[in-house]
T-cell receptor
Framework: GQQLNQSPQSMFIQEGEDVSMNCTSS?????WLWYKQDPGEGPVLLIA?????ELTSNGRLTAQFGITRKDSFLNISASIPSDVGIYFC?????????FGTGTRLLVSP | DTAVSQTPKYLVTQMGNDKSIKCEQN?????MYWYKQDSKKFLKIMFS???????INETVPNRFSPKSPDKAHLNLHINSLELGDSAVYFC??????????????FGSGTRLTVV
């Protein structure tokens, strides 16, 4: 089945640093979504991308839908301690949302 | 007011027991889902219902049976629980089956531990 690979698997950064993570797939997706999961909670939608090449921002977050429709990246600028969590990419094809393997982000104050 | 609520939050039970997890959404969404998150945090879809009708049934053992009494509720019943069923189960909903515009809204999860 479809599989989304995220890299890096985990990151440990200092507050104020910029962060970049990406998501790749062997399959084409129609929509890319980025979610954040805090401990003990469900994933929360951060950004949704609907067209190849689309670049979308949400505050300090910027995400892009790859031209090939097989990848996406997420950037976080000027990280803060509350950015800690697991970030998931998700690709939608037909009726199903397939999630990536996750990137765990730790931010040191 | 919680958008997607699951109960219970934690469930510890013995192997062989039967248990249910309940989910309710007050968003007026047409489609609801069950996802399983394993110990490595990998999220995998199990079931999807649109307006009470099953539309996705992934390769899930028959011991798992979803039930949707109305479009605001999707419950998950698990028979003969096994150690490997231990995981966090998330309920989610979307506006329609395509999950268009706003993706999915997730509940806060039910941590199931089978001992």
């Amino acid at each position: 089945g479809q599989q989304l690979n995220q890299s890096p698997q985990s990151m440990f950064i200092q507050e104020g640093e910029d962060v970049s993570m990406n998501c790749t797939s062997s399959s084409i997706f129609n929509t890319w979504l980025w979610y954040k999961q805090d401990p003990g909670e469900g994933p929360v939608l951060l950004i949704a991308l609907y067209k190849a090449g689309e670049l979308t921002s949400n505050g300090r977050l910027t995400a892009q839908f790859g031209i090939t429709r097989k990848d996406s990246f997420l950037n976080i600028s000027a990280s803060i301690p509350s950015d800690v969590g697991i970030y998931f990419c998700a690709g939608r094809v037909f009726q199903k949302l397939v999630f990536g393997t996750g990137t765990r982000l730790l931010v040191s104050p | 007011d919680t958008a997607v609520s699951q109960t219970p939050k934690y469930l510890v039970t013995q192997m062989g027991n039967d248990k249910s997890i309940k989910c309710e959404q007050n968003l007026g969404h047409d489609t609801m889902y069950w996802y399983k998150q394993d110990s490595k945090k990998f999220l995998k879809i199990m079931f999807s219902y649109n307006n009470k009708e099953l539309i996705i049934n992934e390769t899930v053992p028959n011991r798992f049976s979803p039930k949707s009494p109305d479009k605001a509720h999707l419950n998950l019943h698990i028979n003969s629980l096994e150690l490997g069923d231990s995981a966090v189960y998330f309920c989610a909903s979307s506006q329609d089956w395509a999950g268009s515009n706003y993706g999915y809204t997730f509940g806060s999860g039910t941590r199931l531990t089978v001992v």
